[in-house]
C-alpha cells in the first residue's frame, strides 16, 4: 500500500495501465496502474467517486469495474475483457 501513495482504486476510476500475463495463472494483470482516487487505508465500506482521470504512462487504459479493499484486488474493464488489478501494481493517485 506504501507504494500506491496512500491511493486504491474504485469503481469507475478511469486507470492507465500495462497488461502483463501473471505466470502462475496464465491470465492477463494490470501492473504500473495510476488514477486511483481512493483511500487504500479504508475498509471495504469505503466509498469513492470514480473520478480518476487515468493521467498515467501505461500503454492501456480501462475502468474499474470492481475492487475489494478487504481482499486488495478487483478488475479493470478493457476492451471488453476483466483485467486482474491487485493494489501492489498501483503506482500512486491522480
Known amino acids: 500500500v506504501s507504494d500506491c501513495n496512500g491511493m486504491a482504486p474504485n469503481p469507475g476510476d ?16 494490470a501492473t504500473n496502474v495510476q488514477g486511483c482516487t ?39 474493464e478493457y476492451n471488453g475483457q476483466d483485467i486482474f488489478l491487485h493494489i501492489k501494481n498501483c503506482n500512486g493517485g491522480t
Open 14 to 29: 478511469a486507470l492507465t495501465f500495462d497488461v502483463e500475463m501473471d505466470p502462475k495463472t496464465g491470465k492477463p494483470k
Open 38 to 76: 481512493g483511500d487504500a487505508n479504508a475498509n471495504a465500506a469505503a466509498t469513492g467517486k470514480g473520478g480518476g482521470k487515468g493521467k498515467g504512462s501505461g500503454s492501456c487504459q480501462g475502468t474499474v469495474k470492481s475492487y475489494s479493499g478487504e481482499k486488495g484486488w478487483g478488475f479493470v
